[in-house]
């Protein structure tokens, strides 16, 4: 395991939304995790589980109707601490996004240039000529020819406007990239390329990257970390290599089954049943009634977090062996 400093902290994160009627839903329950320079983390899990709404916590744009808690520490400082006045400052300048659906990303009616270069302005990086010129440098970075700045959004295919949507995230030259399931709605080939861009920034620029999607396979083929949430919690992080090898989370080793098999020589296993909601109180196990190797403690007491190996965590009662064979 890497022994740089994390450049990204999340401490006991929870978001939740007041909805009409004096209840609320629990978007995401005490997420923590850390992020080091360069590295690649996957979060992953079903539609739902509280995914995007973590990124958008990070980078402090959740709708009014949210409440956070918890801490996120960006290169050592609390960037919720002051909400807007404290992530602000940071906002596409040290952390960076890639949303869902690169067509949304555009304003239809302004030049992709002009909307790249809007984020220079903003922080002050660049401006005018030079702010133009580094537009064609990011286009050109991100395989666009730089001719194109002048073009509007609907003169770009969809796997251009999500490279040019890249091109936007790292105009301040970001530490750390979000990229919110970047090839959603992409064709299988154009899927390809545009994972092989993000691998060749971060490497090259030394970018942190989070890639939040639902694939496990992308995870697998893209990261170095992953982080699986389910519920609002994340329910087993560490290696991608050891999580491949060595689930210690039913609802791990169920998506990894879920998948489809490139040979076709193994069934493809879905999961059954749905989520819970997150606007009840769930008592045990959140993964209980779906959950394959459910036992005795799972619909009443919600498992702890264990370290089951170094930098492997896992949320589960089929781990809880663990704590008493270790010495005290
Ligand atoms: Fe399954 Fe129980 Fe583990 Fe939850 S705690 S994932 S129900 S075995």
Not at 110 to 139: C, D, F, N, W, Y
Request: net charge negative; with cysteine.
């Amino acid at each position: 395991m890497s022994t740089r400093q994390p450049i990204l902290r999340a401490e006991d994160l929870h978001v939740w939304f007041d909805l009409p009627g004096d209840s609320e839903l629990h978007a995401v329950q005490g997420v923590s995790f850390e992020l080091r320079p360069g590295e690649r983390m996957g979060l992953v899990g079903e539609s739902g589980c509280g995914k995007t709404t973590t990124i958008l916590a990070l980078m402090g744009l959740l709708p009014a109707s949210a409440s956070v808690a918890g801490r996120v520490h960006l290169e050592g400082e609390d960037i919720l601490a002051k909400g807007e006045e404290s992530v602000s400052p940071h906002r596409w300048k040290d952390i960076a996004m890639v949303f869902q659906g690169a067509m949304n990303a555009f304003n239809p009616v302004k030049t992709i240039g002009s909307q790249i270069a809007e984020p220079m302005e903003l922080h002050g990086t660049a401006t005018g000529r030079a702010a133009r010129a580094q537009v064609r440098e990011l286009l050109e970075l991100v395989g666009i020819s730089g001719e194109r700045a002048e073009r509007y959004p609907h003169e770009f295919s969809g796997g251009m406007r999500q490279r040019a949507a890249i091109a936007l995230a790292l105009a301040c030259e970001p530490h750390v990239l979000l990229a919110d399931e970047p090839t959603t709605a992409l064709d299988v080939m154009v899927q390809a390329q545009i994972l092989e861009l993000l691998v060749r920034l971060t490497r090259d620029l030394g970018l942190a990257m989070i890639l939040v999607t639902h694939d496990l396979p992308v995870v697998a083929q893209v990261c170095d970390r992953a982080a699986v949430m389910y519920a609002g919690e994340i329910v087993e992080m560490g290696q991608m290599t050891t999580i491949y090898h060595d689930p210690r989370h039913p609802y791990t080793r169920m998506l990894f089954a879920a998948t489809p098999d490139l040979l076709g020589d193994e069934d493809v296993l879905s999961i059954p049943g749905a989520p819970p909601r997150l606007d009840h109180e769930i008592v045990g196990c959140p993964f209980t009634p779906r959950c394959d190797s459910a036992f005795a403690p799972c619909p009443t007491a919600h498992p702890r977090r264990l370290e089951v190996a170094p930098g492997h965590e896992a949320l589960c009662h089929l781990n809880d062996h663990l704590v008493a064979e270790r010495p005290a």
